[in-house]
Protein backbone atom coordinates (compact mmCIF):
# COMPACT_ATOMS: atom_id res chain seq x y z
CA UNK A 1 0.00 0.00 0.00
CA UNK A 2 1.79 3.30 -0.79
CA UNK A 3 1.95 6.01 1.59
CA UNK A 4 1.66 9.87 1.36
CA UNK A 5 4.80 11.64 0.85
CA UNK A 6 6.02 13.57 4.04
CA UNK A 7 7.10 16.71 4.01
CA UNK A 8 11.20 17.32 4.54
CA UNK A 9 13.11 17.55 7.26
CA UNK A 10 13.68 21.38 7.07
CA UNK A 11 10.11 22.23 6.73
CA UNK A 12 8.72 19.63 9.02
CA UNK A 13 11.24 21.90 11.66
CA UNK A 14 10.10 25.30 10.90
CA UNK A 15 6.47 24.24 10.85
CA UNK A 16 6.92 22.48 14.04
CA UNK A 17 9.03 25.70 15.54
CA UNK A 18 6.08 27.73 14.90
CA UNK A 19 3.09 25.65 15.73
CA UNK A 20 4.91 24.67 19.08
CA UNK A 21 2.20 23.24 21.52
CA UNK A 22 2.73 19.73 21.44
CA UNK A 23 6.28 20.51 19.54
CA UNK A 24 9.31 21.54 21.78
CA UNK A 25 12.00 21.87 21.38
CA UNK A 26 15.13 19.55 23.25
CA UNK A 27 18.67 18.22 22.59
CA UNK A 28 20.16 14.75 23.82
CA UNK A 29 22.01 13.47 26.78
CA UNK A 30 25.14 11.52 26.82
CA UNK A 31 25.50 7.61 26.79
CA UNK A 32 28.74 7.87 28.75
CA UNK A 33 28.69 5.94 32.19
CA UNK A 34 24.93 4.60 30.78
CA UNK A 35 24.59 0.99 32.10
CA UNK A 36 23.39 -1.51 29.50
CA UNK A 37 19.61 -2.42 30.12
CA UNK A 38 19.80 -5.61 32.45
CA UNK A 39 17.18 -8.32 31.83
CA UNK A 40 14.58 -9.11 35.04
CA UNK A 41 12.51 -11.97 35.52
CA UNK A 42 9.20 -10.43 33.88
CA UNK A 43 6.71 -12.54 31.48
CA UNK A 44 5.70 -10.82 28.12
CA UNK A 45 2.16 -11.29 29.71
CA UNK A 46 2.59 -8.24 32.18
CA UNK A 47 4.09 -5.85 29.58
CA UNK A 48 1.87 -2.39 29.29
CA UNK A 49 2.69 0.53 27.73
CA UNK A 50 1.41 4.53 28.41
CA UNK A 51 2.54 8.01 27.23
CA UNK A 52 1.38 11.80 27.29
CA UNK A 53 0.86 13.76 23.95
CA UNK A 54 3.13 12.48 21.54
CA UNK A 55 4.12 9.65 23.96
CA UNK A 56 0.44 9.07 23.94
CA UNK A 57 0.21 8.39 20.01
CA UNK A 58 3.74 6.11 20.44
CA UNK A 59 2.07 4.42 23.47
CA UNK A 60 -1.15 3.77 20.98
CA UNK A 61 1.30 2.82 17.98
CA UNK A 62 3.04 -0.02 20.48
CA UNK A 63 0.09 -1.26 21.45
CA UNK A 64 -1.71 -1.66 17.72
CA UNK A 65 1.87 -2.34 16.20
CA UNK A 66 2.67 -5.34 18.95
CA UNK A 67 -0.84 -6.73 20.67
CA UNK A 68 1.30 -9.68 20.66
CA UNK A 69 3.93 -8.72 23.33
CA UNK A 70 1.64 -5.40 24.41
CA UNK A 71 -0.79 -7.93 26.23
CA UNK A 72 -2.44 -6.34 29.36
CA UNK A 73 -2.96 -2.96 27.46
CA UNK A 74 -2.31 0.92 27.25
CA UNK A 75 -2.85 4.55 28.91
CA UNK A 76 -3.46 7.13 26.89
CA UNK A 77 -3.46 10.45 27.90
CA UNK A 78 -4.25 13.58 25.13
CA UNK A 79 -3.50 11.42 22.05
CA UNK A 80 -5.63 10.30 19.66
CA UNK A 81 -6.13 7.63 16.79
CA UNK A 82 -3.02 5.78 15.37
CA UNK A 83 -2.05 6.45 12.08
CA UNK A 84 -3.87 9.81 12.56
CA UNK A 85 -1.50 12.24 11.06
CA UNK A 86 -1.51 10.14 7.87
CA UNK A 87 2.67 10.75 7.36
CA UNK A 88 1.66 14.41 6.87
CA UNK A 89 2.67 16.59 9.85
CA UNK A 90 -0.09 19.20 8.85
CA UNK A 91 -2.54 16.77 9.42
CA UNK A 92 -0.52 15.93 12.79
CA UNK A 93 -0.47 19.69 13.80
CA UNK A 94 -3.94 20.26 12.46
CA UNK A 95 -6.97 17.38 12.81
CA UNK A 96 -4.82 15.39 15.10
CA UNK A 97 -4.41 18.15 17.67
CA UNK A 98 -6.47 20.97 17.46
CA UNK A 99 -10.00 19.98 16.20
CA UNK A 100 -9.53 21.61 12.86
CA UNK A 101 -11.02 19.84 9.82
CA UNK A 102 -11.29 15.87 9.44
CA UNK A 103 -9.54 12.69 11.14
CA UNK A 104 -11.24 10.78 8.52
CA UNK A 105 -11.37 7.83 11.28
CA UNK A 106 -13.19 5.16 8.32
CA UNK A 107 -10.60 5.38 6.19
CA UNK A 108 -7.42 4.80 9.30
CA UNK A 109 -9.78 1.34 10.74
CA UNK A 110 -9.66 0.54 6.50
CA UNK A 111 -5.69 1.53 6.60
CA UNK A 112 -5.37 -0.79 10.17
CA UNK A 113 -7.41 -3.47 9.23
CA UNK A 114 -4.52 -3.89 5.90
CA UNK A 115 -1.85 -4.10 8.14
CA UNK A 116 -3.38 -6.33 10.44
CA UNK A 117 -3.91 -8.61 7.51
CA UNK A 118 -0.74 -8.66 6.14
CA UNK A 119 1.47 -8.60 8.63
CA UNK A 120 2.75 -4.92 8.84
CA UNK A 121 1.55 -4.63 12.62
CA UNK A 122 0.19 -7.77 14.63
CA UNK A 123 -3.37 -9.61 14.19
CA UNK A 124 -6.14 -6.69 15.93
CA UNK A 125 -7.85 -9.59 17.01
CA UNK A 126 -5.44 -9.57 19.84
CA UNK A 127 -6.65 -6.27 21.32
CA UNK A 128 -10.11 -8.17 22.52
CA UNK A 129 -7.86 -9.58 25.57
CA UNK A 130 -6.09 -6.29 26.29
CA UNK A 131 -7.47 -2.97 28.74
CA UNK A 132 -7.30 0.09 27.56
CA UNK A 133 -7.00 3.59 29.39
CA UNK A 134 -7.81 6.81 28.15
CA UNK A 135 -7.68 10.73 29.52
CA UNK A 136 -9.02 14.24 27.90
CA UNK A 137 -8.66 16.71 30.51
CA UNK A 138 -11.66 19.36 29.79
CA UNK A 139 -9.09 22.49 29.26
CA UNK A 140 -7.12 20.43 26.89
CA UNK A 141 -6.01 23.23 24.20
CA UNK A 142 -3.74 21.47 22.56
CA UNK A 143 -5.08 17.94 22.12
CA UNK A 144 -8.96 18.60 22.03
CA UNK A 145 -11.03 15.87 23.45
CA UNK A 146 -12.66 15.69 19.97
CA UNK A 147 -9.68 13.82 18.73
CA UNK A 148 -9.32 11.67 21.72
CA UNK A 149 -13.13 10.57 21.31
CA UNK A 150 -12.12 9.31 17.53
CA UNK A 151 -9.59 7.04 19.43
CA UNK A 152 -12.33 5.79 21.85
CA UNK A 153 -14.02 4.96 18.49
CA UNK A 154 -11.26 2.98 16.99
CA UNK A 155 -10.31 1.06 20.27
CA UNK A 156 -14.33 0.33 20.55
CA UNK A 157 -13.73 -2.16 17.19
CA UNK A 158 -11.49 -3.95 18.36
CA UNK A 159 -11.87 -4.14 22.61
CA UNK A 160 -15.34 -5.04 24.51
CA UNK A 161 -16.61 -1.62 25.87
CA UNK A 162 -15.81 -3.14 29.17
CA UNK A 163 -12.13 -3.13 29.23
CA UNK A 164 -12.09 0.46 28.21
CA UNK A 165 -12.09 3.28 31.20
CA UNK A 166 -12.19 7.13 29.66
CA UNK A 167 -11.38 9.73 32.20
CA UNK A 168 -12.54 12.69 30.33
CA UNK A 169 -14.21 15.08 33.22
CA UNK A 170 -11.14 16.82 35.06
CA UNK A 171 -10.44 20.48 34.42
CA UNK A 172 -6.80 19.47 33.16
CA UNK A 173 -5.02 21.43 30.78
CA UNK A 174 -2.44 19.74 28.53
CA UNK A 175 -0.51 18.03 31.11
CA UNK A 176 0.15 14.48 33.39
CA UNK A 177 -2.55 14.49 36.22
CA UNK A 178 -0.74 13.96 39.32
CA UNK A 179 -1.92 14.51 43.23
CA UNK A 180 1.59 15.56 44.72
CA UNK A 181 3.74 17.28 42.23
CA UNK A 182 3.54 19.97 39.72
CA UNK A 183 1.70 23.20 38.03
CA UNK A 184 -1.50 24.11 38.25
CA UNK A 185 -3.59 22.09 37.11
CA UNK A 186 -4.88 24.79 34.37
CA UNK A 187 -1.29 25.77 33.02
CA UNK A 188 -0.01 24.41 29.33
CA UNK A 189 3.78 25.18 30.23
CA UNK A 190 6.86 22.88 31.40
CA UNK A 191 7.31 20.30 32.36
CA UNK A 192 3.40 19.24 31.53
CA UNK A 193 3.36 17.41 35.07
CA UNK A 194 0.48 19.66 37.11
CA UNK A 195 -1.13 19.14 40.76
CA UNK A 196 -4.45 18.39 39.44
CA UNK A 197 -5.70 16.08 43.24
CA UNK A 198 -5.70 13.22 40.71
CA UNK A 199 -3.80 10.44 39.99
CA UNK A 200 -3.21 9.54 36.64
CA UNK A 201 -0.14 7.20 36.94
CA UNK A 202 -2.09 5.05 39.46
CA UNK A 203 -5.71 4.79 37.69
CA UNK A 204 -4.19 3.86 34.64
CA UNK A 205 -2.11 1.00 36.40
CA UNK A 206 -5.21 -0.25 39.02
CA UNK A 207 -6.81 0.04 35.22
CA UNK A 208 -4.31 -2.01 33.60
CA UNK A 209 -2.97 -4.83 35.99
CA UNK A 210 -6.16 -5.22 38.19
CA UNK A 211 -6.95 -3.87 41.63
CA UNK A 212 -2.83 -3.00 43.17
CA UNK A 213 -1.30 -2.70 46.60
CA UNK A 214 -1.26 1.08 48.22
CA UNK A 215 1.55 2.95 46.75
CA UNK A 216 4.30 3.83 48.40
CA UNK A 217 4.18 7.72 49.27
CA UNK A 218 7.04 7.72 51.35
CA UNK A 219 10.86 7.07 50.28
CA UNK A 220 11.12 4.37 47.34
CA UNK A 221 12.46 1.25 48.00
CA UNK A 222 14.04 0.89 44.62
CA UNK A 223 16.86 2.49 42.33
CA UNK A 224 16.96 4.54 39.13
CA UNK A 225 19.39 3.29 36.50
CA UNK A 226 19.98 5.42 33.30
CA UNK A 227 20.82 3.24 30.03
CA UNK A 228 22.39 3.15 26.99
CA UNK A 229 20.12 3.19 23.84
CA UNK A 230 22.44 3.20 21.42
CA UNK A 231 22.92 -0.45 21.63
CA UNK A 232 19.11 -1.05 20.28
CA UNK A 233 20.20 1.18 17.15
CA UNK A 234 23.08 -1.94 16.45
CA UNK A 235 24.91 0.75 18.06
CA UNK A 236 24.49 3.41 15.65
CA UNK A 237 23.87 7.04 17.08
CA UNK A 238 20.02 7.02 18.36
CA UNK A 239 20.27 10.94 18.38
CA UNK A 240 19.79 10.73 13.89
CA UNK A 241 16.87 9.14 14.63
CA UNK A 242 15.02 11.40 16.96
CA UNK A 243 16.21 9.29 20.23
CA UNK A 244 18.35 10.17 23.22
CA UNK A 245 21.91 8.42 23.80
CA UNK A 246 20.43 6.95 27.61
CA UNK A 247 17.18 6.17 29.13
CA UNK A 248 16.16 5.47 32.60
CA UNK A 249 14.13 3.05 34.51
CA UNK A 250 12.57 2.97 37.54
CA UNK A 251 13.58 -0.75 39.42
CA UNK A 252 11.99 -1.63 42.60
CA UNK A 253 14.37 -3.63 45.22
CA UNK A 254 11.95 -6.90 44.70
CA UNK A 255 12.82 -6.82 41.04
CA UNK A 256 16.20 -6.37 41.03
CA UNK A 257 16.51 -9.18 43.21
CA UNK A 258 15.06 -11.67 40.94
CA UNK A 259 11.50 -11.99 42.10
CA UNK A 260 8.62 -12.00 39.51
CA UNK A 261 7.68 -8.79 38.74
CA UNK A 262 5.45 -6.71 35.79
CA UNK A 263 6.79 -4.02 33.13
CA UNK A 264 5.26 -0.64 31.98
CA UNK A 265 6.70 1.36 29.37
CA UNK A 266 5.38 5.39 30.16
CA UNK A 267 6.56 7.50 27.02
CA UNK A 268 6.99 11.41 28.01
CA UNK A 269 5.46 13.88 25.71
CA UNK A 270 7.20 16.42 23.70
CA UNK A 271 8.80 18.80 25.73
CA UNK A 272 9.51 16.44 28.75
CA UNK A 273 12.49 14.88 28.35
CA UNK A 274 15.58 15.00 30.59
CA UNK A 275 17.54 17.11 28.51
CA UNK A 276 14.44 19.72 28.93
CA UNK A 277 12.70 19.16 32.28
CA UNK A 278 15.11 16.92 33.82
CA UNK A 279 13.74 14.26 36.05
CA UNK A 280 9.97 16.00 36.25
CA UNK A 281 8.13 13.36 34.45
CA UNK A 282 10.53 10.06 35.07
CA UNK A 283 10.69 10.11 38.81
CA UNK A 284 7.24 12.69 39.49
CA UNK A 285 4.40 11.52 36.90
CA UNK A 286 3.31 9.06 39.52
CA UNK A 287 4.18 5.57 38.26
CA UNK A 288 7.34 5.06 40.47
CA UNK A 289 4.89 5.07 43.72
CA UNK A 290 2.63 2.40 42.60
CA UNK A 291 5.53 -0.03 41.08
CA UNK A 292 7.59 0.34 44.19
CA UNK A 293 4.73 -1.62 45.95
CA UNK A 294 3.63 -3.62 43.34
CA UNK A 295 6.99 -5.12 41.95
CA UNK A 296 6.21 -2.72 38.60
CA UNK A 297 9.36 -2.50 36.25
CA UNK A 298 8.60 1.03 34.82
CA UNK A 299 11.05 1.88 31.51
CA UNK A 300 11.34 5.53 30.83
CA UNK A 301 12.63 5.83 27.13
CA UNK A 302 13.92 9.07 25.84
CA UNK A 303 13.55 10.64 22.49
CA UNK A 304 15.71 13.50 21.40
CA UNK A 305 15.55 16.07 18.65
CA UNK A 306 16.73 15.57 14.80
CA UNK A 307 16.75 19.09 12.14
CA UNK A 308 13.10 17.54 11.41
CA UNK A 309 12.48 16.79 15.10
CA UNK A 310 13.50 19.85 16.36
CA UNK A 311 11.16 19.94 19.36
CA UNK A 312 12.23 16.08 20.84
CA UNK A 313 8.65 14.90 20.14
CA UNK A 314 8.30 10.47 19.58
CA UNK A 315 7.57 9.45 15.94
CA UNK A 316 4.19 9.93 15.53
CA UNK A 317 4.10 11.25 12.02
CA UNK A 318 6.44 10.17 10.14
CA UNK A 319 9.63 12.52 10.95
CA UNK A 320 12.09 10.09 10.85
CA UNK A 321 10.77 7.07 9.01
CA UNK A 322 7.93 6.42 6.87
CA UNK A 323 7.15 3.05 8.70
CA UNK A 324 7.16 5.13 12.01
CA UNK A 325 3.52 3.41 12.84
CA UNK A 326 4.43 -0.15 11.74
CA UNK A 327 6.68 -3.32 13.62
CA UNK A 328 9.60 -2.29 11.24
CA UNK A 329 9.82 1.61 12.21
CA UNK A 330 13.14 2.23 13.42
CA UNK A 331 11.67 4.03 17.14
CA UNK A 332 9.28 0.94 17.22
CA UNK A 333 11.79 -1.26 16.72
CA UNK A 334 14.52 -0.08 18.96
CA UNK A 335 11.39 0.19 22.03
CA UNK A 336 10.42 -3.59 21.40
CA UNK A 337 13.85 -4.81 22.08
CA UNK A 338 14.14 -2.79 24.82
CA UNK A 339 11.16 -4.82 25.93
CA UNK A 340 12.93 -8.46 24.78
CA UNK A 341 15.97 -7.20 26.69
CA UNK A 342 13.95 -6.93 29.93
CA UNK A 343 11.81 -9.41 29.79
CA UNK A 344 12.36 -13.02 31.54
CA UNK A 345 10.79 -14.83 27.84
CA UNK A 346 12.84 -13.43 25.08
CA UNK A 347 16.94 -11.75 25.19
CA UNK A 348 16.71 -10.64 21.93
CA UNK A 349 19.82 -9.16 20.33
CA UNK A 350 20.03 -5.21 20.10
CA UNK A 351 18.63 -3.74 16.67
CA UNK A 352 20.91 -3.88 13.99
CA UNK A 353 20.82 -4.12 10.42
CA UNK A 354 22.81 -5.17 7.30
CA UNK A 355 22.06 -3.22 3.84
CA UNK A 356 21.89 -4.91 0.34
CA UNK A 357 21.54 -1.57 -2.27
CA UNK A 358 19.85 -3.86 -5.48
CA UNK A 359 16.24 -3.89 -7.93
CA UNK A 360 13.54 -5.36 -6.81
CA UNK A 361 14.03 -7.92 -9.15
CA UNK A 362 17.23 -9.12 -7.50
CA UNK A 363 15.74 -8.25 -3.94
CA UNK A 364 13.08 -10.72 -4.89
CA UNK A 365 15.22 -13.28 -6.90
CA UNK A 366 18.05 -13.70 -3.26
CA UNK A 367 14.62 -13.69 -1.03
CA UNK A 368 14.69 -10.64 0.59
CA UNK A 369 11.66 -9.60 -0.88
CA UNK A 370 8.31 -11.25 -2.39
CA UNK A 371 6.23 -10.20 -5.61
CA UNK A 372 3.00 -8.98 -4.34
CA UNK A 373 -0.48 -7.96 -6.77
CA UNK A 374 -0.08 -5.93 -9.34
CA UNK A 375 3.49 -6.09 -9.51
CA UNK A 376 4.68 -3.76 -5.62
CA UNK A 377 7.53 -5.19 -4.18
CA UNK A 378 7.18 -5.80 -0.37
CA UNK A 379 10.25 -6.67 2.28
CA UNK A 380 9.93 -10.10 4.08
CA UNK A 381 8.39 -10.48 7.19
CA UNK A 382 8.19 -6.57 7.28
CA UNK A 383 6.00 -6.57 4.76
CA UNK A 384 7.07 -3.40 4.08
CA UNK A 385 6.07 -1.77 -0.22
CA UNK A 386 9.44 -1.28 -2.02
CA UNK A 387 8.06 0.27 -4.81
CA UNK A 388 7.02 -2.18 -8.18
CA UNK A 389 9.17 -5.11 -9.71
CA UNK A 390 12.27 -3.38 -11.93
CA UNK A 391 15.09 -4.61 -12.96
CA UNK A 392 16.16 -0.87 -12.98
CA UNK A 393 15.47 0.92 -9.96
CA UNK A 394 17.38 0.28 -6.79
CA UNK A 395 16.15 0.18 -3.17
CA UNK A 396 18.45 -0.20 0.05
CA UNK A 397 16.60 -3.27 1.86
CA UNK A 398 18.20 -4.00 5.10
CA UNK A 399 18.31 -7.03 7.58
CA UNK A 400 17.31 -6.04 10.79
CA UNK A 401 16.96 -9.42 12.44
CA UNK A 402 18.02 -12.90 10.94
CA UNK A 403 14.99 -13.38 8.02
CA UNK A 404 13.27 -10.12 8.82
CA UNK A 405 14.37 -7.15 6.14
CA UNK A 406 12.98 -4.25 5.96
CA UNK A 407 13.60 -0.51 3.85
CA UNK A 408 14.58 3.11 5.57
CA UNK A 409 14.76 2.16 9.59
CA UNK A 410 18.69 1.96 10.16
CA UNK A 411 21.46 4.11 9.19
Known sequence: ????????????CLLACLLGGLLACSHTSSAVGATVLPKYNISVNEVSVSGLS?????????????????????????????YCSQGNVLIA???????SGSRNLPYLSAVISIWSSNGYIDPLSNLASSRVYLFSGTLDSTVKQAVMNDLRSMYGNYLPAASIRYKNNLAAEHTMPTDFFGNSCSVNGPPYVSNCNFDTAGDILNWLYGPLAPRNVSTLGGSFINFDQSV?????????HGMASTGYAYVPAACAAGQA????????????????????????AGYNRWADTNKIVVLY????????????CWDWWGYDDLNFPAKSGG??????????RITSG????????????????????YGRAYLGAGGQVYAVNSNQYLGVYSVVAFTDVRRTSPGYYAYGSCP
Not at 1 to 12: I, N
Not at 93 to 99: F, H, Q, S
Request: aromatic letters at 14%; proline letters at 6%.
Open 1 to 12: MERRPTFSGLFS
Open 54 to 82: SGAYMAAQMHFAYSTTIRKGAGIVAGGPV
Open 93 to 99: TGPCMAD
Open 232 to 240: FWGNFNPTA
Open 261 to 284: CRLHVAFHGCKQSVAMVGTAFYQN
Open 301 to 312: PQAGTTAANPNG
Open 331 to 340: QMVAIKTMID
Open 346 to 365: NGAAPFSCSHWYDSNFWHVY
